[in-house]
């Protein structure tokens, strides 16, 4: 059974280096280089400021070797699942979308209940990336 | 002996001031970068004096490099002064500045401080070793500390209150940001898109930093090979990224 890490934090900004380092210290301990884990702290990051900073929000990081797969949420639907959908044309042209596809191997929305959802991250590292 | 010496400083003068009358009067933009790499053994020197402060050399040398495009933006033909002696006050005052406007933000431990300063350097020297990008294991093994440690370091960074060298469209005074003058212009953004909405979040990063978002998010390339083009180490490529969309996302708000 892969391991389970759950986390909860405001989504306001300060904490952002604080869920940096447990992300960063969560894929340490997958062995991931440098780069992966700075993509996926990166994926984390662009989601949450997307996020808004009112209330709270949930991270689960499921772990196994050379892989994590993380689930954020719950999260307004209003922007953020347009913003996953989105990978021409959005406001920033440089889209949540495009960014996530770049950094991360596969994201979703993992699931939808009343007006908030729950976004699925998945990060691999091949053997001795 | 000394003679050969002299007339050697002084060809190498004459040469000088003709780079810079084919820059301030025919704007010859060649001449502008050879006094650039002519003066760059300068501005190294300089910023080494400041090194050990818990920022990584290269940022400072990139900083102390704005001194140098100013000098010799700002260079009058009329002085009867070489410009590295007219140049060193600007690249020590533009170091200085930078430390004073742009240092850290919170209080940062200096032990802390140095290892992020020693980070950098170790990140590229084992990817290029090892072959792969190093774990923060490998990199803790490296500089004989923690994994935890190298993770606290890494963090470090984000405690720049600004971290990038030409983030803003303009510079002092309204003065055109030097940094914009080097390197390739790449609008591939722009150009490849309507994103008529993006220009003033774009507009905000200095083309360099363009480049480097165009390079990851279109070619998808990787931090190590973005590095190698733009001549940057790739822990300061990563937090470029990250300022970079942190400056645009702010941009839009």
Known sequence: MADRVALEAPLDGTFGPVVRLIVGGIAERVDFGFEAMDDLQLAIERLLAEAGSDGRVSMTFDLAPGRIEARIGPLREAGIAGALRDSDGAPSGLTLSQILETVVDSFGIDSATDGEIIVRLEKLVAAGA | ?253
């Open chain 2, 1 to 253: 002996m000394r003679d050969a010496k002299h007339e050697a400083k002084a060809r190498t003068r004459a040469e000088e001031r003709e780079l810079l009358r084919l820059y301030h009067e025919e704007g010859d933009t060649s001449a502008r970068e050879q006094l650039v790499q002519r003066h760059l053994p300068l501005v190294r020197s300089l910023a080494r004096r400041y090194a050990g402060r818990g920022e990584p050399l290269e940022d400072i040398e990139q900083v102390g490099a704005i001194g140098l495009l100013k000098a010799i933006d700002r260079f009058e033909l009329e002085r009867d002064v070489s410009l590295g002696t007219y140049a060193t006050p600007n690249v020590v005052g533009e170091i200085k500045r930078h430390f004073r406007d742009k240092g850290w933000a919170i209080r940062v431990p200096r032990a802390l401080q140095e290892l992020n300063a020693r980070m950098s350097i170790t990140i590229d020297r084992l990817t290029s070793k090892l072959g792969h990008s190093p774990s923060v294991g490998e990199i803790a093994v490296a500089l004989g500390t923690t994994s935890e440690e190298v993770l606290e370091a890494l963090e470090v960074g984000s405690a720049y209150t600004t971290l990038s060298l030409s983030a803003s469209p303009a510079g002092e005074e309204g003065e055109s940001d030097p940094l914009d003058a080097i390197g390739e212009e790449d609008l591939g953004f722009e150009r490849s898109e309507d994103r008529v909405s993006l220009a003033p979040a774009l507009g905000t990063l200095a083309p360099r930093e363009r480049e480097i978002l165009r390079m990851r998010f279109e070619e998808g390339l990787p931090q190590t090979q973005i590095a190698e083009r733009v001549g940057l180490s790739q822990m300061h490529v990563s937090r470029l990224i990250r300022k970079s969309l942190t400056v645009m996302r702010d941009e839009l708000q």
